[in-house]
């Protein structure tokens, strides 16, 4: 696929959740200010006003991470179906496909960050809030086989809602599956880096985004694993300030380090100069 088709739509607008953007500013989420698109790209998709993360699409993020024109694009023509006859699915992957202008919740590919190559996939919240089917558990088991074949480092993004109920017991069998080519991948001695965004939840949190040699997060992100609402009404209990966002994750020692979205690349590129070594 040519660069200029690949990062098309990612270049157009601005992506900002639901809603596609093309008029000169948009309203925040959190303190509803507007501010021009242009200040909001130059700002890495973050709110110079109240610090906010927009959420940025898979290919956006990519471009984001990686060297100019570096990113080739593995694994795309994967593609979900209809496996089980799970009502109504047909027509939810069509709207998933037209809402991400994807064709699966997960971009795959090879790049290079600040010259070190490696493998590199970014989850998007936009296909079906990033579940993980069985297209999406292939695609990710794929790059790290590809990633252990070559003797590259893998870097995941990950954002999901966790696994894919209309793919049933399937999706949930993406856990280990993954987490098997993740073990394989770690056994032959690479790097696997992964940054978690809001939100990492479920079956992702619970399998291979938490498996990870160097664990990042970007600011308020959510990890965890079941949401906060059906922890608390489980305990019966009121949950402690800042449940499940990366800052209270960190205290606890189960990510590495949180890293604002302007650092992210040069933080990355310092872990793969140590890495290449």
């Keep these: 696929m040519e660069l200029k088709s690949l990062f098309l739509k990612a270049n157009n607008e601005l992506e900002y959740g639901d809603v596609k953007h093309r008029s000169r500013k948009v309203t925040c989420k959190r303190c509803q200010k507007e501010t021009a698109v242009a200040k909001i790209r130059k700002n890495n998709f973050v709110c110079p006003n109240c610090g906010y993360y927009f959420p940025v699409r898979a290919r956006r993020r990519i471009l984001m991470l990686t060297d100019k024109r570096s990113f080739v694009e593995l694994f795309g023509d994967l593609e979900s179906r209809n496996i089980l006859d799970f009502p109504e699915y047909d027509s939810k992957l069509q709207a998933a496909r037209e809402k991400s202008r994807e064709n699966e919740g997960v971009i795959c590919g090879v790049s290079t960050i600040g010259g070190y190559r490696t493998c ?158």
């Excluded at 966790?162 to 790097?191: D, F, P, T, W, Y």
């Excluded at 590129?269 to 890495?275: F, G, Q, Y």
Aim: aromatic residues 6%; proline residues 3%; glycine residues 10%.
């Design 120 to 277: 590199i996939f970014a989850m998007d919240a936009n296909f079906m809030m990033g579940s993980m089917g069985a297209v999406v558990g292939e695609r990710i088991t794929s790059i790290f086989e590809y990633a252990t074949e070559n003797n590259l480092p893998v870097i995941g993004v990950t954002v999901s809602g966790g696994a894919r109920m209309q793919e049933g017991m399937i999706s949930l069998m993406q856990m280990s599956k993954v987490s098997a080519a993740v073990k394989r991948h770690n056994n032959s001695g690479n790097l696997y880096i992964a940054l978690l965004t809001n939100p990492t939840t479920g079956g992702v949190d619970a399998s291979f985004a938490m498996l990870a040699d160097i664990t990042l997060a970007e600011p308020g992100a959510r990890i965890g694993f079941a949401g906060p609402r059906v922890v608390e009404k489980t305990l019966n209990r009121a949950l402690p300030k800042g449940f499940q966002k990366a800052e209270r994750v960190l205290e606890c020692g189960f990510i590495d380090d949180i890293v604002t979205r302007d650092k992210q690349r040069d933080y990355l590129e310092k872990i793969l100069k140590i890495h290449s070594v």
